[in-house]
T-cell receptor, first 113, second 115 residues
Framework: QKEVEQDPGPLSVPEGAIVSLNCTYSNSAFQYFMWYRQYSRKGPELLMYTYSSGNKEDGRFTAQVDKSSKYISLFIRDSQPSDSATYLCAMSYTSGNTGKLIFGQGTTLQVKP | ETGVTQTPRHLVMGMTNKKSLKCEQHLGHNAMYWYKQSAKKPLELMFVYSLEERVENNSVPSRFSPECPNSSHLFLHLHTLQPEDSALYLC??????????????FGPGTRLTVT
């Protein structure tokens, strides 16, 4: 079983829709949760960074972490064609002198005008 | 995009060539990373440097050789590569290698094609 599971999609939605992107994980040690956006032919760009459970909102983006279910989500409200990209979840933990950061496979999102 | 820069952006090389990829971070971070990104696969962590010391080498073939001369610069030296090494090579940096502050910031990547 992979430590982080993410549906690669592609996910296609009309402009203005609410988008829900999700990842599940198996290691309960993960403490820090991130979402990255990657446009074609570019490096990943950090969108959201959260610690432990709860919600975090930034403009049209909301990140949600449910540690009891080992499930994280990214919601995009009023989606725009410019949101078309691949979205990668990532999560990390620290144990003593070691740390681990794992990325999901990425979900490709297309927002159609 | 100016936080982490990578050169060259595109590279085509034969299997017998030797080339180097360069990464520079302008964020004052202490940790730097090399990743390989192939189509339809998750990011593969290759090397981790913390305060200029290599702290992780994820079973990467010896034809890839990293170098970190200081905390702002990271190189990936390439020699006798194989066609399956063709991929996007991403450099990243973070404030620290672990704990809070380990969110990573990526460069634009070098698109490598091995012929």
């Amino acid at each position: 079983q992979k430590e982080v599971e993410q549906d690669p999609g592609p996910l296609s939605v009309p402009e203005g829709a609410i988008v829900s992107l999700n990842c599940t994980y198996s290691n309960s040690a993960f403490q820090y949760f991130m979402w990255y956006r990657q446009y074609s032919r570019k490096g990943p760009e950090l969108l959201m960074y959260t610690y432990s459970s709860g919600n975090k909102e930034d403009g049209r983006f909301t990140a949600q972490v449910d540690k009891s279910s080992k499930y994280i989500s990214l919601f995009i409200r009023d989606s725009q064609p410019s949101d078309s990209a691949t979205y990668l979840c990532a999560m990390s933990y620290t144990s003593g002198n070691t740390g681990k950061l794992i990325f999901g496979q990425g979900t490709t999102l297309q927002v159609k005008p | 995009e100016t936080g982490v820069t990578q050169t060259p952006r595109h590279l085509v090389m034969g299997m017998t060539n030797k080339k180097s990829l360069k990464c520079e971070q302008h964020l004052g971070h202490n940790a730097m990373y090399w990743y390989k990104q192939s189509a339809k696969k998750p990011l593969e962590l290759m090397f981790v440097y913390s305060l200029e010391e290599r702290v992780e080498n994820n079973s990467v073939p010896s034809r890839f050789s990293p170098e970190c001369p200081n905390s702002s610069h990271l190189f990936l030296h390439l020699h006798t590569l194989q066609p399956e090494d063709s991929a996007l090579y991403l450099c990243a940096s973070s404030q620290d290698e672990m704990g809070q502050g380990n969110e990573q910031y990526f460069g634009p990547g070098t698109r490598l094609t091995v012929t």
